[in-house]
């Protein structure tokens, strides 16, 4: 690819330039639309609330102990992945995978947590049809869970590309752990609302 | 397309025509993409077309070709033509007119006209074309399913969408399809927000830039509802839950088997706020289009081009707020229905206030009427049409008599096809020179654009005839009621002008694809345009730009006095 | 070289300290809600609770974990197009409240649907 089409030579022009990299630019336009999709599905949720004739309180019928853990390991996990992008910065290979991989391992055990959950739930033979709650209990909870496995195949690509070299000395690099984190935060946000929502309003 | 090579690194047959990352290629497989699509789509109208004008007789030719559960004997079933009714306004919008308006012509207009090498994420660009590929040709397989294609309107209203079989595939391919358009609007925003050349300050952008950006940030708040929507929708059908069921549904007199408890005017609320502001992406990007053609054929600036663009982001922003205006009819409440009156009215000024210009752009002007400005030209009156017989359908009185009319269809067509699809067969016209080196037969031209604009006229018409009538769409047999048989002779003139139509793009087509080839070779600007699409080669190599251009002055720069031209290029440094 | 400084011209010197102060709050903030909800307050004061928790937490989470705080304006315009268009959200809940005294006020429950009082709660506990 030619030199003409690095992002990064269009920032000489502080006039039609807006100061912000295309990276981090399109991540947050990206983050745009996914606040546009859960504020349609909380919307969605209250609707369907204000509608039925009763609704459950969440600590009755969910398993709010696995949900609590489940909060304290996503947010964990942001922690790590700021961790992480601290030691990008400082341009330590070493630490920054070793933060990098705790968070992988933090979000491999937030869906593990999430499987005995849905697991409990379908030995009881619950599922997204038994009511109006368990639908949206199972819709967002899913897509959530969706987005963590997105968030867990960028923060892995990220792992392995640090131990290339050509990718880790990249400039570019630290923007792409920024963007990926940014993501992985909007991930927790999401969920520091569903907790409550779901399980405790 | 063969002069790209510029030696660095041999590009293989696959990269360069098939898994391009050049916001160029890109852009024709887009365009060459929306217009089959959009043939299809029109393929599918015409045999609904017989069915309206001929009820019960067998359908000519094609009639044979179906499996006898769609049409026994050659003559179409009922369920065949809903699903073909589904199926046409779901092509024509998501898969023909906004990939065309927006992924042509967006992609390959818009980075020339600021000055850029390539889109911001040129692999990312590569994925919107490969993701609305695939999700179009999905949307086309359900046709091959058992229970055939969707069956309930474009618009997909629980809780008929969640019982009629062939839904499914409806809202994985609409899945897949916002996805796409998701990530081209990321890409354009990023695009016209950091890519700009030096100079080319945001009010030096041509309108076509401000309408794709406009349309961009649409795209980008609106579809996700939509995607919420339709993952709901999804659930529903394949998990059994009941988002949009509502308690003690009965259906063909057993009970519903879900738990019930849903809201089926969720749907519709959430489709339409989407659906309103697709509107508005379905025809800002023509009107760009046509300010371009207008500004280059009349050689003066365009009348208050601050106007327009104010207007259009005016647009934008009243777009959010109008949808319910779809719903006055449906049980919404009444009191909201006024406060989604007061915002309809209100949107209809910034959409004339653009018209105006446009046409006080005309005033005084010695006008070229080269083959792309006849187009633009028409544009202005038809899509006015489509535009004032809107007003009654936003006004709650009488939209208690026009809903679900043809009228609605006769309105929004107006808008649609002699507005937006005109407007963007002119754009053709206008950069073909552009895309190829070679200019499209003005012969040919001037036969395709008499010839579709009367007969989309003699379509869409009688259709507000008929609607006044008080003939209701969507029936599949029109004579079965009453009421509809003093209006039937329309249905016979609409089904022949949309015959006519499809004859008169043959000129189109052949003309496109010959003057591939044989064409007059044109040189770089030969329009005599200021923008900077016209400042590059013919076609453009890939980088576009032998070196960044430095822009100078505003988009319109034309018969300024004291100057030995009529036209000052923006790159022009004296 | 040149592209590399331009790079980092719009990125966040990390503060660790301040993110290991962030992560303490957010765990307490985390107990408090979960305590909360074991007094069982009344619905509307258990929503407003929540929901102000919630809020806090994700404002520290968005300001000093996603370095919103002395972000480059732009963003903050892009999230607040957003937040507009979030809110315009609101218009199907202001339609479900003006309409849903007809679909659940106790008498037209009780006309239309004779056997509903409670059944949906009761087969929610087992």
Known sequence: MSQTLNPAAFMNNPDTHSGVTNAKLGVWLFLASEIMLFATLFTSYIVLRMGATSWPWGWDVLNVPLATLNTVILISSSVTIVMAYAKAYDKNKSGFQGWMAATLALSFGFLVVKAFEYGAEFKLGIGPHTSVFYAIYFTMTGLHGIHILGGIAVNGGLLYMSSVKEHWENPLF??????????????????????PALYLL | MSHDEHGHHKLTFWEKYIFSVDHKVIGLQYLITSFV??????GLMMLMRWQLAFPGTPIPFFGNLFPADLAPNGVMSGEFYNALGAMHGTIMVFLGVVPLAVGAYGNYVLPLQIG?????????NMMSYWLYLPGGALMLSSFLMPGGAA????????????????????LLSMVILITSSLLGAINFLVTTINMRAPGMSLWRMPVFCWAQFVTAVLLLLAFPPLEAASVLQLMDRVFHTSFYMPKDLVILGKAYAGSGGGQPLLWQHLFWFLAHPEVYVLVLPPMGIVAEIIANNTRKPLHGYKTMVFSMVAIGVMSFLVWAHHMFISGMSPALGNFFLVTTMIISVPSVAILTCLIFSLKGASIRYNVPMLFALAFLPLFGIGGLTGLPLGLTVTDIYLHDTYYVIGHFHFVVVTGSIIALMGGTYHWFPKWFGRKMNDTL??????????????????MLFMGLAGASRRLYDPTAQLHNLPVQGWNVVSTISAYLLALFQLPFIYNFFNSLFNGEKTPENPWQATTLEWACPSPPPHGNFAKTPRVYRGPYEYSVPGRKTDFWMQTDPS | MSNNKDARRDEHRPDVGLYVKVFAALMVLTMITVAISKFHLPRPQAIALGLFVAVIKASLVGALFMHLWGENKLIHRTLFIVAGGAAILILPLIDCVMISHRITSPADVASQHPHEGGHAATHEEK
């Open chain 2, 116 to 124: 850029a090498p390539d889109m911001a994420f040129p692999r990312m």
């Open chain 2, 37 to 42: 699509f959009l043939l299809v789509g029109f």
């Open chain 2, 151 to 170: 069956q309930s309107g474009w618009t997909s209203y629980p809780p008929l969408s969640i019982i009629n079989p062939g839904q499914t595939l409806w």
């Open chain 2, 445 to 462: 031209g001037l036969i395709h654009f008499w010839g579709s604009t009367a007969s989309m006229v003699g379509i869409f018409l009688p």
């Open chain 1, 174 to 195: 630290l923007g792409r752990v920024e963007g990926a984190g940014l993501y992985w935060h909007f991930v927790d946000i999401v969920w520091i609302f569903l907790f």
